[in-house]
Protein backbone atom coordinates (compact mmCIF):
# COMPACT_ATOMS: atom_id res chain seq x y z
CA UNK A 1 0.00 0.00 0.00
CA UNK A 2 1.12 3.18 -1.06
CA UNK A 3 1.37 6.70 1.38
CA UNK A 4 -0.07 9.05 -1.21
CA UNK A 5 -2.60 7.00 -3.01
CA UNK A 6 -4.03 8.61 -5.60
CA UNK A 7 -7.99 9.80 -4.72
CA UNK A 8 -10.03 9.97 -7.97
CA UNK A 9 -13.71 12.04 -7.65
CA UNK A 10 -16.74 11.68 -9.26
CA UNK A 11 -19.08 14.18 -10.18
CA UNK A 12 -21.92 15.69 -11.06
CA UNK A 13 -21.22 17.81 -14.10
CA UNK A 14 -24.20 20.17 -14.64
CA UNK A 15 -22.59 23.02 -11.96
CA UNK A 16 -20.19 23.46 -14.25
CA UNK A 17 -17.61 20.40 -13.36
CA UNK A 18 -15.69 19.05 -16.04
CA UNK A 19 -15.80 14.90 -15.09
CA UNK A 20 -13.27 13.31 -12.96
CA UNK A 21 -10.78 14.41 -10.78
CA UNK A 22 -7.87 13.64 -8.98
CA UNK A 23 -5.73 14.84 -6.21
CA UNK A 24 -3.31 12.67 -4.30
CA UNK A 25 -3.73 11.28 -0.89
CA UNK A 26 -0.77 11.29 1.81
CA UNK A 27 -2.60 8.76 4.08
CA UNK A 28 0.23 9.67 7.03
CA UNK A 29 -0.95 13.19 7.32
CA UNK A 30 -4.69 12.91 5.82
CA UNK A 31 -4.03 16.20 3.42
CA UNK A 32 -5.43 16.09 0.46
CA UNK A 33 -3.33 17.18 -2.67
CA UNK A 34 -4.06 19.65 -5.28
CA UNK A 35 -7.62 18.61 -7.17
CA UNK A 36 -7.11 17.99 -11.00
CA UNK A 37 -9.13 17.27 -14.12
CA UNK A 38 -8.17 13.25 -15.03
CA UNK A 39 -10.81 13.16 -17.91
CA UNK A 40 -13.43 15.12 -18.85
CA UNK A 41 -17.05 12.99 -18.64
CA UNK A 42 -20.88 13.66 -18.47
CA UNK A 43 -21.76 13.15 -14.83
CA UNK A 44 -19.45 10.19 -13.50
CA UNK A 45 -21.10 9.87 -10.43
CA UNK A 46 -19.94 6.39 -9.77
CA UNK A 47 -16.51 5.15 -9.92
CA UNK A 48 -14.78 1.50 -10.00
CA UNK A 49 -11.66 0.02 -10.19
CA UNK A 50 -10.38 -3.30 -12.31
CA UNK A 51 -9.30 -5.66 -9.80
CA UNK A 52 -6.13 -6.00 -11.55
CA UNK A 53 -5.22 -3.45 -14.34
CA UNK A 54 -4.85 0.33 -13.97
CA UNK A 55 -8.46 0.71 -15.45
CA UNK A 56 -11.09 2.99 -14.02
CA UNK A 57 -14.72 2.75 -14.75
CA UNK A 58 -17.03 5.57 -14.54
CA UNK A 59 -21.16 5.43 -14.13
CA UNK A 60 -22.08 8.25 -16.56
CA UNK A 61 -26.01 9.18 -15.30
CA UNK A 62 -27.67 10.11 -18.05
CA UNK A 63 -31.30 9.79 -18.28
CA UNK A 64 -32.45 8.00 -21.31
CA UNK A 65 -32.45 10.36 -24.71
CA UNK A 66 -29.67 12.01 -23.36
CA UNK A 67 -26.38 12.48 -24.91
CA UNK A 68 -27.12 8.71 -25.66
CA UNK A 69 -28.40 7.61 -22.49
CA UNK A 70 -26.87 5.96 -19.71
CA UNK A 71 -23.24 4.67 -20.10
CA UNK A 72 -20.30 2.83 -18.38
CA UNK A 73 -17.07 4.44 -19.42
CA UNK A 74 -13.46 2.84 -18.93
CA UNK A 75 -10.67 4.78 -18.65
CA UNK A 76 -6.88 4.04 -18.27
CA UNK A 77 -4.98 5.22 -15.33
CA UNK A 78 -1.57 7.07 -15.94
CA UNK A 79 -0.07 5.33 -11.99
CA UNK A 80 2.02 8.56 -12.24
CA UNK A 81 0.06 11.78 -13.09
CA UNK A 82 -3.38 10.30 -11.82
CA UNK A 83 -4.09 11.04 -15.70
CA UNK A 84 -6.90 9.28 -17.45
CA UNK A 85 -7.41 8.61 -20.74
CA UNK A 86 -10.65 7.33 -22.57
CA UNK A 87 -10.50 3.61 -23.65
CA UNK A 88 -13.55 2.73 -24.51
CA UNK A 89 -18.03 3.28 -23.60
CA UNK A 90 -21.02 0.94 -23.94
CA UNK A 91 -24.74 1.77 -23.18
CA UNK A 92 -26.07 0.65 -19.74
CA UNK A 93 -29.59 -0.32 -21.82
CA UNK A 94 -31.34 2.11 -19.25
CA UNK A 95 -31.73 5.59 -17.77
CA UNK A 96 -29.43 7.25 -14.94
CA UNK A 97 -26.75 4.46 -13.99
CA UNK A 98 -25.68 5.35 -10.48
CA UNK A 99 -23.39 2.49 -9.21
CA UNK A 100 -21.06 -0.32 -10.08
CA UNK A 101 -19.08 -2.76 -9.62
CA UNK A 102 -16.26 -5.11 -11.06
CA UNK A 103 -15.74 -8.70 -10.24
CA UNK A 104 -12.79 -9.85 -8.49
CA UNK A 105 -11.71 -11.74 -11.58
CA UNK A 106 -11.99 -9.25 -13.96
CA UNK A 107 -15.15 -10.85 -15.91
CA UNK A 108 -17.40 -8.83 -15.48
CA UNK A 109 -18.63 -5.30 -14.58
CA UNK A 110 -22.08 -4.43 -13.42
CA UNK A 111 -24.44 -1.43 -13.12
CA UNK A 112 -27.39 -0.29 -11.89
CA UNK A 113 -29.75 1.85 -13.85
CA UNK A 114 -31.75 3.95 -11.03
CA UNK A 115 -34.53 5.97 -12.80
CA UNK A 116 -35.05 2.57 -15.22
CA UNK A 117 -35.14 0.15 -12.36
CA UNK A 118 -32.66 -2.34 -14.41
CA UNK A 119 -29.37 -4.01 -14.29
CA UNK A 120 -26.63 -4.27 -16.82
CA UNK A 121 -23.61 -6.66 -17.29
CA UNK A 122 -20.82 -6.26 -19.55
CA UNK A 123 -18.09 -8.56 -20.18
CA UNK A 124 -14.72 -7.17 -20.02
CA UNK A 125 -11.75 -8.30 -22.30
CA UNK A 126 -8.57 -8.71 -21.58
CA UNK A 127 -7.66 -5.22 -21.87
CA UNK A 128 -9.86 -3.54 -19.60
CA UNK A 129 -12.07 -2.60 -22.22
CA UNK A 130 -16.30 -3.18 -21.89
CA UNK A 131 -17.93 -5.11 -24.04
CA UNK A 132 -21.40 -4.72 -25.19
CA UNK A 133 -24.40 -5.72 -22.33
CA UNK A 134 -24.66 -9.49 -21.99
CA UNK A 135 -27.75 -8.97 -19.69
CA UNK A 136 -30.19 -6.78 -19.16
CA UNK A 137 -32.31 -7.35 -16.05
CA UNK A 138 -35.56 -5.56 -15.64
CA UNK A 139 -36.39 -5.18 -11.91
CA UNK A 140 -40.39 -5.00 -11.33
CA UNK A 141 -42.38 -3.87 -8.21
CA UNK A 142 -42.94 -0.70 -6.28
CA UNK A 143 -43.76 0.20 -2.13
CA UNK A 144 -45.73 2.66 -0.22
CA UNK A 145 -43.93 5.98 -1.13
CA UNK A 146 -46.10 6.95 -3.39
CA UNK A 147 -43.46 9.64 -4.67
CA UNK A 148 -40.47 7.82 -4.40
CA UNK A 149 -41.46 3.77 -5.21
CA UNK A 150 -43.79 3.93 -7.59
CA UNK A 151 -41.83 1.58 -9.30
CA UNK A 152 -38.25 -0.01 -9.12
CA UNK A 153 -35.23 1.95 -8.58
CA UNK A 154 -31.90 -0.11 -8.90
CA UNK A 155 -29.69 1.88 -6.88
CA UNK A 156 -26.68 -0.39 -6.34
CA UNK A 157 -24.47 -3.47 -6.89
CA UNK A 158 -22.21 -4.90 -4.37
CA UNK A 159 -20.24 -7.87 -4.91
CA UNK A 160 -19.83 -10.26 -1.44
CA UNK A 161 -16.32 -11.17 -0.79
CA UNK A 162 -16.47 -14.40 -1.71
CA UNK A 163 -16.66 -13.16 -5.51
CA UNK A 164 -19.83 -15.54 -5.79
CA UNK A 165 -22.79 -12.92 -5.48
CA UNK A 166 -24.31 -9.79 -6.52
CA UNK A 167 -26.54 -8.38 -4.00
CA UNK A 168 -28.58 -4.81 -5.83
CA UNK A 169 -29.87 -2.55 -3.24
CA UNK A 170 -33.51 -1.50 -5.29
CA UNK A 171 -34.84 1.34 -3.26
CA UNK A 172 -38.41 1.34 -5.44
CA UNK A 173 -39.22 -2.70 -4.46
CA UNK A 174 -37.94 -2.41 -0.85
CA UNK A 175 -36.00 -5.15 -1.70
CA UNK A 176 -32.04 -6.42 -1.71
CA UNK A 177 -32.27 -8.57 -4.54
CA UNK A 178 -29.50 -11.63 -4.77
CA UNK A 179 -27.92 -12.87 -7.96
CA UNK A 180 -25.42 -15.51 -8.24
CA UNK A 181 -22.80 -14.39 -11.03
CA UNK A 182 -21.94 -16.56 -13.65
CA UNK A 183 -18.78 -14.85 -15.05
CA UNK A 184 -18.26 -17.35 -17.97
CA UNK A 185 -21.71 -16.51 -19.84
CA UNK A 186 -21.85 -13.02 -18.48
CA UNK A 187 -25.17 -13.54 -16.65
CA UNK A 188 -26.69 -12.95 -13.37
CA UNK A 189 -28.91 -15.94 -12.30
CA UNK A 190 -31.66 -16.03 -9.39
CA UNK A 191 -29.72 -17.12 -5.79
CA UNK A 192 -31.65 -20.67 -5.62
CA UNK A 193 -31.02 -20.42 -1.78
CA UNK A 194 -32.65 -16.82 -1.64
CA UNK A 195 -33.84 -14.37 -4.59
CA UNK A 196 -33.97 -11.62 -2.20
CA UNK A 197 -33.92 -9.76 1.50
CA UNK A 198 -36.93 -7.27 2.05
CA UNK A 199 -37.00 -4.21 4.28
CA UNK A 200 -39.94 -2.78 6.17
CA UNK A 201 -41.98 -0.95 3.60
CA UNK A 202 -40.69 2.39 2.94
CA UNK A 203 -37.27 2.29 3.99
CA UNK A 204 -35.57 2.63 0.51
CA UNK A 205 -32.56 0.57 0.41
CA UNK A 206 -29.55 2.25 -1.33
CA UNK A 207 -26.32 1.22 -0.71
CA UNK A 208 -25.24 -2.19 0.39
CA UNK A 209 -21.58 -3.26 2.38
CA UNK A 210 -20.36 -6.74 3.77
CA UNK A 211 -17.53 -6.83 6.77
CA UNK A 212 -14.00 -8.37 6.36
CA UNK A 213 -14.84 -11.58 8.03
CA UNK A 214 -17.54 -12.40 5.34
CA UNK A 215 -19.85 -13.26 8.22
CA UNK A 216 -22.42 -9.55 8.23
CA UNK A 217 -23.78 -7.51 5.51
CA UNK A 218 -25.77 -4.18 6.16
CA UNK A 219 -28.10 -2.40 4.18
CA UNK A 220 -28.55 1.81 4.39
CA UNK A 221 -31.93 3.18 3.54
CA UNK A 222 -32.48 5.94 1.94
CA UNK A 223 -36.43 7.24 3.07
CA UNK A 224 -36.50 6.86 6.29
CA UNK A 225 -32.94 6.31 7.39
CA UNK A 226 -32.21 3.51 8.98
CA UNK A 227 -29.58 0.50 8.65
CA UNK A 228 -30.46 -3.23 8.08
CA UNK A 229 -27.69 -5.57 9.01
CA UNK A 230 -27.84 -9.41 8.28
CA UNK A 231 -26.11 -12.46 8.74
CA UNK A 232 -24.65 -13.78 5.55
CA UNK A 233 -24.32 -17.20 4.36
CA UNK A 234 -21.10 -17.64 2.08
CA UNK A 235 -22.47 -21.11 1.71
CA UNK A 236 -25.34 -20.02 -0.28
CA UNK A 237 -25.69 -16.61 -0.33
CA UNK A 238 -28.68 -16.03 2.00
CA UNK A 239 -29.18 -12.88 4.33
CA UNK A 240 -30.85 -13.51 7.62
CA UNK A 241 -32.05 -9.99 9.78
CA UNK A 242 -30.15 -9.42 12.64
CA UNK A 243 -31.01 -5.64 12.89
CA UNK A 244 -32.37 -2.31 12.28
CA UNK A 245 -31.30 1.00 13.63
CA UNK A 246 -32.19 4.32 13.12
CA UNK A 247 -28.69 6.37 12.13
CA UNK A 248 -30.52 10.20 13.24
CA UNK A 249 -30.22 11.49 16.74
CA UNK A 250 -33.53 10.88 18.92
CA UNK A 251 -34.38 14.49 19.18
CA UNK A 252 -33.75 15.10 15.10
CA UNK A 253 -37.27 16.26 13.72
CA UNK A 254 -35.98 17.93 10.49
CA UNK A 255 -35.61 15.97 6.94
CA UNK A 256 -32.75 13.55 6.02
CA UNK A 257 -31.94 11.19 3.63
CA UNK A 258 -29.55 8.35 4.21
CA UNK A 259 -27.01 7.80 1.21
CA UNK A 260 -23.46 6.17 1.82
CA UNK A 261 -22.30 3.15 4.27
CA UNK A 262 -18.56 1.48 4.30
CA UNK A 263 -17.29 -0.97 7.28
CA UNK A 264 -14.26 -0.13 8.92
CA UNK A 265 -11.32 -2.21 7.33
CA UNK A 266 -10.93 -3.44 11.05
CA UNK A 267 -14.53 -4.80 10.72
CA UNK A 268 -15.32 -3.13 14.25
CA UNK A 269 -17.00 -0.22 13.38
CA UNK A 270 -20.17 1.03 10.82
CA UNK A 271 -20.24 4.05 9.40
CA UNK A 272 -23.37 5.95 7.24
CA UNK A 273 -24.04 9.10 5.61
CA UNK A 274 -27.08 11.75 6.48
CA UNK A 275 -28.15 14.05 3.87
CA UNK A 276 -30.32 16.59 5.81
CA UNK A 277 -28.43 15.90 9.47
CA UNK A 278 -25.33 16.44 7.00
CA UNK A 279 -23.21 13.86 9.57
CA UNK A 280 -22.00 10.56 9.40
CA UNK A 281 -23.52 7.97 12.01
CA UNK A 282 -21.14 6.25 13.77
CA UNK A 283 -21.63 2.46 14.90
CA UNK A 284 -19.89 -0.86 16.51
CA UNK A 285 -20.28 -3.76 14.83
CA UNK A 286 -21.40 -6.75 17.74
CA UNK A 287 -18.50 -9.41 16.20
CA UNK A 288 -20.52 -12.09 17.04
CA UNK A 289 -24.42 -11.55 16.70
CA UNK A 290 -23.70 -8.53 13.95
CA UNK A 291 -25.72 -6.27 15.70
CA UNK A 292 -25.12 -2.25 16.10
CA UNK A 293 -24.57 0.37 18.45
CA UNK A 294 -24.93 3.72 17.82
CA UNK A 295 -21.29 5.74 18.70
CA UNK A 296 -22.62 9.28 18.02
CA UNK A 297 -22.58 11.71 15.26
CA UNK A 298 -20.26 13.83 13.37
CA UNK A 299 -20.89 16.65 11.37
CA UNK A 300 -19.33 16.32 7.25
CA UNK A 301 -18.05 19.71 7.43
CA UNK A 302 -20.54 20.70 4.53
CA UNK A 303 -24.07 20.16 3.08
CA UNK A 304 -25.33 16.67 1.50
CA UNK A 305 -22.44 14.24 2.01
CA UNK A 306 -23.74 11.43 -1.17
CA UNK A 307 -20.44 9.47 -0.56
CA UNK A 308 -17.42 9.03 1.72
CA UNK A 309 -14.52 6.89 1.80
CA UNK A 310 -12.10 5.29 4.11
CA UNK A 311 -8.58 5.48 3.11
CA UNK A 312 -6.48 2.81 2.70
CA UNK A 313 -4.91 2.92 5.55
CA UNK A 314 -8.04 2.77 7.95
CA UNK A 315 -7.30 6.41 9.54
CA UNK A 316 -9.21 8.80 7.86
CA UNK A 317 -12.41 9.34 6.39
CA UNK A 318 -13.23 11.52 3.99
CA UNK A 319 -16.40 13.28 2.86
CA UNK A 320 -17.84 14.28 -0.51
CA UNK A 321 -20.40 16.94 0.09
CA UNK A 322 -22.17 17.47 -3.07
CA UNK A 323 -24.06 20.85 -2.04
CA UNK A 324 -21.04 22.74 -0.78
CA UNK A 325 -17.93 21.02 -3.30
CA UNK A 326 -16.03 20.49 -0.90
CA UNK A 327 -14.31 16.86 0.45
CA UNK A 328 -13.55 17.08 4.04
CA UNK A 329 -11.45 14.56 6.02
CA UNK A 330 -11.95 13.27 9.69
CA UNK A 331 -9.78 11.27 11.21
CA UNK A 332 -10.22 7.92 12.34
CA UNK A 333 -9.78 6.67 16.23
CA UNK A 334 -8.68 3.41 15.56
CA UNK A 335 -9.97 2.44 19.03
CA UNK A 336 -13.39 3.43 19.69
CA UNK A 337 -14.19 4.28 15.70
CA UNK A 338 -15.36 7.75 16.92
CA UNK A 339 -14.56 10.45 14.25
CA UNK A 340 -12.78 14.03 14.47
CA UNK A 341 -12.64 16.62 11.78
CA UNK A 342 -9.28 17.98 10.93
CA UNK A 343 -10.17 21.35 9.46
CA UNK A 344 -8.78 19.72 5.76
CA UNK A 345 -11.03 20.46 3.27
CA UNK A 346 -10.24 21.15 -0.47
CA UNK A 347 -12.97 22.09 -3.28
CA UNK A 348 -14.52 20.14 -5.87
CA UNK A 349 -17.67 20.85 -8.11
CA UNK A 350 -20.46 18.60 -6.59
CA UNK A 351 -18.42 15.96 -5.61
CA UNK A 352 -20.28 12.43 -5.30
CA UNK A 353 -18.08 9.50 -5.23
CA UNK A 354 -14.78 9.09 -4.34
CA UNK A 355 -12.18 6.21 -5.25
CA UNK A 356 -8.68 5.15 -4.19
CA UNK A 357 -6.17 3.59 -6.18
CA UNK A 358 -2.75 2.34 -5.48
Not at 16 to 36: L, M, N, Q
Not at 124 to 149: F, M
Not at 293 to 314: A, Y
Request: hydrophobic share 35%.
Amino acid sequence: MSNSPLLYIGTYTRRGGKGIYVARFDTETGHIGEVTLAAEASNPSFLALHPSQPILYAANEMEAGAQGGGQVSAFAIDTNSGALTFRNQQPTQGSAPCHLAADATASLVISTNYSSGSVAVMPIDSTGQLKPSSQVIQHEGSSVNVRRQQGPHAHSVTIDPTNTYAYVCDLGMDKVMIYRMDRENGKLLPNEAQNWARVPAGSGPRHFAFTPDQRFAYAINELDSTINGFAFSAEDGSLKDVCRISTLPDDFDGSSHCADIHVHPSGRFLYGSNRGHDSIAIYAINEKSGELTSLGFESTQGKTPRNFGIDPSGRWLLAANQDTDNIAVLAIDQKTGGLTATGHSVTASMPVCLTFFG
